[in-house]
T-cell receptor, first 114, second 112 residues
């Protein structure tokens, strides 16, 4: 099993550009998440999904969009990139219900907006 | 809504010293508690977890944590740290089926 795979690992964007961070998991997990990690701030939940076709906002959803057309894939789209979106982004997945706190993380995507 | 507070942002220890990292949460009901570790340049990995039962839980690499319900605490401990324990440690909590809330993290530096 590859686990959770994120691409790209690094990306530099100009202000106003758009891009999609890809995330795929092969563990057949129902739940998937996108977090951003900023130094000294821990992880903040951007969006999550409890199954194909179902998504919901987390703590910091502004400036982002997601879709979940399959169980495996959970792409995160940044529209009109801003310097405040410079961060490390982690995709994660988990089993549903009471085990939803046991997250399996991808390697992360470091995004810089200039 | 739940929240998590980690007492120290940075901790520096010498090898073989004992470690205790503080974590407090705020939520009035039943919670699930977790510690995650992030080694330099890597993604987060689960270190240990508490759902119910024995409040002293053991995780990987000799780490353990104690849940004290009356103090809303879930402190992480290790009797003797190694240089390879240098990492950032995150406490996290969720209530029932809610999403996970993370603390801001504690950076541990172990000097050889």
């Amino acid at each position: 099993n590859a686990g959770v795979t994120q691409t790209p690992k690094f990306r530099i964007l100009k202000i106003g550009q758009s891009m999609t961070l890809q995330c795929t998991q092969d563990m057949n997990h129902n739940y998937m998440y996108w977090y951003r990690q900023d130094p000294g701030m821990g992880l903040k939940l951007i969006y999550y999904s409890v199954g194909a076709g179902i998504t919901d906002k987390g703590e910091v959803p502004n400036g982002y969009n997601v879709s979940r057309s399959t169980t495996e894939d959970f792409p995160l789209r940044l529209e009109l990139a801003a310097p405040s979106q410079t961060s490390v982004y982690f995709c994660a997945s988990s089993y549903p219900g009471g085990r939803s706190g046991e997250l399996f993380f991808g390697e992360g995507s470091r995004l810089t907006v200039l | 809504a739940q929240s998590v507070s980690q007492h120290n942002h940075h901790v520096i220890l010498s090898e073989a010293a004992s470690l205790e990292l503080g974590c407090n949460y705020s939520y009035g009901g039943t919670v699930n508690l977790f510690w995650y570790v992030q080694y330099p340049g890597q993604h987060l990995q689960l270190l240990l977890k508490y759902f119910s039962g024995d409040p002293l839980v053991k995780g990987i690499k000799g780490f353990e944590a104690e849940f004290i319900k009356s103090k809303f605490s879930f402190n992480l401990r290790k009797p003797s740290v190694q240089w390879s324990d240098t990492a950032e440690y995150f406490c996290a909590v969720n209530a029932g089926y809610s999403t996970l809330t993370f603390g801001k993290g504690t950076m541990l530096l172990v000097s050889p």
